[in-house]
């Protein structure tokens, strides 16, 4: 069992049509809705960090190169959170779920780290469900079970 988290604009048809080709992995989407009240705030949060670093290195003189990264991240951010304010957008938390199934235990250790590569091929970094297991099974089946690190992800 793996999950990730990964941001619904990071993921691409693409990904999903490997880890089907790969054969025998389940997989599971979850995509849960942030309040609003919580996304204003990460994205408030997410300027100021941002606002911080263009006046410690920019204002005072410090890497000129980062000036554009830091204004595009600080009127994104700001857009961004403009627009869930006044109600045009929504954020959501996504997580995908794998299941990697085979007939024994040295092919399931083969086709794990297997599948291990072919999604940091991808770019999607995937953690082991280690002790997790039996929850991530509930979490494969159309129950409407949140996934395993919910808490952690605040849903």
């Known amino acids: 069992m793996y999950s990730t988290a990964v941001l619904p604009a990071a993921l691409v048809p693409w990904v999903l049509d490997r880890a089907y080709a790969f054969g025998d992995v389940e997989v599971s989407l979850h995509v849960v809705p942030v309040p609003n ?8 949060r997410k300027y100021t960090e941002a606002a911080s670093q263009y006046e410690l290195e920019v204002v005072r003189g410090g890497h000129i190169t980062n000036r554009p990264e ?52 991808a770019g999607i970094r995937v953690q082991a469900l280690e002790y997790w297991q039996d929850r991530g099974i509930h979490h494969l089946l159309p129950l409407g079970i949140l996934p395993p690190h919910a808490a952690r992800w605040q849903y």
């Open 37 to 44: 009240r919580d996304a204003v705030n990460k994205l408030t």
């Open 70 to 121: 830091l204004e595009r991240k600080m009127a994104e951010a700001e857009n961004v959170r403009q627009a869930i304010q006044f109600g045009y957008d929504r954020m959501y938390y996504c997580c995908l779920l794998f299941a990697v199934s085979s007939s024994s235990p040295d092919e399931l250790e083969a086709r794990c780290q297997a599948f291990e590569n072919l999604m940091a091929g």
